[in-house]
């Protein structure tokens, strides 16, 4: 059997960590529009990473997870911004939690970036982590507001919206899991 490389160990671990956030949120407020808000955030955050990750290639992870190097940063862009911050918002804003919290959070989310920078699990282009700390608010924000226009009676839009956003989500994810598991023999 393979022995997990010590890269990986904090992905893994933060995984389990949002994983059983998220798990909580659902038990605890069982709020019917938590999935779609979640959704919602997450693409939010592949927008995000889009342009960041992607079009100007500001940084690179490096979970060693998976054996191609570009579909191994690309996994490491995918658990921050599908699973550790889109869940945290989710949270936060579900919960109605005020500011101090989100600001523990972006706090939470500063020491790990600062972390993965100083173990290797990340590096920086262009990027700081400062940005983050100074984004992070925006994204909470921006989640309080889709959720409680999700909570609405009329939220058709809202609804509308969510619904083509989480259609992208669900595809762009799973286009990504195609791609770890295609035959490079096939293209």
């Known amino acids: 059997m393979k022995r997990i490389n010590k890269n990986s160990v904090p992905f893994i671990m933060l995984s389990f960590l949002h994983i059983a956030l998220l798990i909580y949120t659902l038990l605890k407020k069982r709020y019917r529009k938590t999935i779609t808000l979640l959704l919602s955030n997450v693409a939010f955050a592949y927008i995000f990473e889009y342009f960041t990750f992607n079009v100007l290639q500001s940084y690179r992870y490096n979970p060693k997870i998976l054996k191609k190097r570009q579909l191994d940063n690309a996994l490491g862009a995918l658990l921050s911004q599908a699973i550790?911050?889109?869940i945290t918002g989710t949270f936060l804003?579900?919960?109605r939690l005020r500011w101090p919290s989100k600001f523990l959070?972006?706090?939470y989310f500063h020491l790990i970036e600062l972390y993965f920078l100083k173990?290797?699990?990340?590096r920086l282009h262009w990027w700081k982590p400062i940005y983050t700390s100074l984004l992070l608010p925006?994204?909470?924000?921006w989640s309080d507001f889709w959720s409680s226009n999700l909570q609405k009676k009329n939220n058709k839009g809202f609804l509308w919206i969510s619904t083509y956003l989480s259609l992208g989500v669900?595809?762009?994810t799973l286009l990504f899991i195609l791609d770890i598991f295609k035959n490079p023999?096939?293209?």
């Open 138 to 141: 925006v994204f909470f924000a």
């Open 119 to 122: 173990i290797n699990n990340y």
């Open 170 to 172: 669900i595809t762009k």
């Open 93 to 95: 804003s579900i919960f």
């Open 84 to 86: 550790y911050i889109p």
């Open 105 to 107: 959070a972006i706090i």
């Open 185 to 187: 023999k096939s293209g």
